[in-house]
């Protein structure tokens, strides 16, 4: 048992986790989807933690999603034993790693958005002891992968029914946020063509954290996966998916320099806060200085502007942001610290960390 450290001893930058509000944010929405009538899948990619994983379990989530095999298998060799990989898997190595991964966990599945995808998974597990579960991926408007029309998707879903070593799931999407009535219409045509075909759609798996709270009442979605609803971020409380108080990720940093008047500096930079903006006019907020900008970010080094006849910080002054995006900031750092509501931290590895692969 790591022992726990008082937050004014801890040393920065170190990323902060609020456990009650982590708690509480898993506990909101798992109720959410269990009134809704929804499973719960939720991408670990946003904390990839062991623990709060193992919370999301417990409060009634139905397994984990993943995007790359790396993240998959640590968590696996962690004795989570349904995992979702919502990425094209291709190249002999990568499905050499699929079918020992698959081996390991009770139920996998993955996606495929081409006959390339798909013959690739059947060399790799036509000789499996079991089919490989496969979901028909889906391009609903955020042009990322996926097929473009549910006619394709209800070909590929008849080439993977038919094709050895795969059996076909069902249909996923990665939406784009505020396109719910565009994605219903997409996954409702897509499946019921697949339908038409003989094929059952076991799962329709869709949803973001910024449309989290309108998944209730889709007609063809069965199953949502968020990821960032878990910790929030300044770019949900932007998208009004949630206020501040709900905000459970911070990067604790010391004021390192004040060079000049209405200017400062901290010791976070981009190799910590990211360089992502998602529409936000700066690099992050300061929890209790909204008047201060985080304006530049350069590696070691995050720049804050304020009104240059205010002096807020002094040299050695402790300053926590709430990042733009927590998802990214969860892979900058080996650790981070669990805070409990007496201000003591706990150290915990991110275990999938660097795991892009």
């Known amino acids: 048992m790591v022992a726990k450290v008082a937050v004014e001893k801890l040393d920065t930058p170190c990323v902060l986790i609020d456990v009650a509000i982590v708690r509480r944010n898993i506990d909101r929405y798992q109720s959410y989807c269990t009134k809704a009538g929804l499973s719960l899948r939720p991408h670990i990619k946003t904390h990839k933690l062991e623990q709060i994983a193992r919370w999301q379990q417990e409060a009634g989530a139905v397994g984990i999603t993943c995007q790359k095999i790396g993240e998959a298998e640590v968590f696996a060799a962690a004795g989570f034993a349904d995992i979702l990989v919502t990425y094209n898997i291709v190249g002999p190595a990568k499905l050499a790693r699929l079918v020992k991964l698959a081996g390991q966990v009770d139920n996998l599945a993955v996606v495929a958005d081409s006959e390339t995808v798909i013959a690739g998974l059947s060399a790799a597990f036509a000789d499996a002891p079991k089919p490989l579960e496969v979901l028909v991926e889906c391009d609903t408007g955020l042009e990322r992968c996926g097929v473009q029309t549910p006619a394709e998707a209800a070909r590929l879903a008849k080439l993977i029914a038919a094709t050895d070593g795969l059996d076909f799931g069902g249909l996923m999407t990665y939406p784009p946020p505020g396109a719910i009535a565009e994605v219903e219409e997409f996954l409702v ?16 798996s869709s949803g973001n954290s910024p449309d989290m709270w309108n998944m209730a009442g889709q007609k063809a979605v069965t199953e949502v996966r968020p ?11 932007a998208f009004g998916v949630c206020g501040r108080t709900d905000c459970a990720i911070s990067v604790l940093a010391t004021v390192v320099s004040t060079p000049a008047p209405g200017r400062a500096v901290i010791d976070a930079g981009s190799k910590v806060l990211t360089t992502d903006l998602l529409n936000q006019a700066d690099y992050g907020g300061l929890f209790d200085y909204p008047q201060v900008r985080v304006a530049a970010l350069s590696e070691e080094h995050g720049h804050l502007l304020f009104a240059s006849n205010t002096a807020p910080f002094k040299v050695g002054a402790r ?6 995006h927590a998802c990214v900031v969860s892979n900058m750092l080996d650790s981070v610290y669990l805070l409990d509501r007496d201000g003591y931290a706990q150290q915990a590895p991110v275990i999938a960390r660097g795991k892009v692969a």
């Open 319 to 324: 300053v926590r942001v709430l990042p733009n």
């Open 189 to 204: 045509a897509a499946k019921a063509q697949c339908e038409q075909l003989g094929l059952s759609c076991r799962r329709v």
């Open 227 to 237: 990821g960032t609803y878990v910790y929030n971020d300044r770019s949900m409380v």
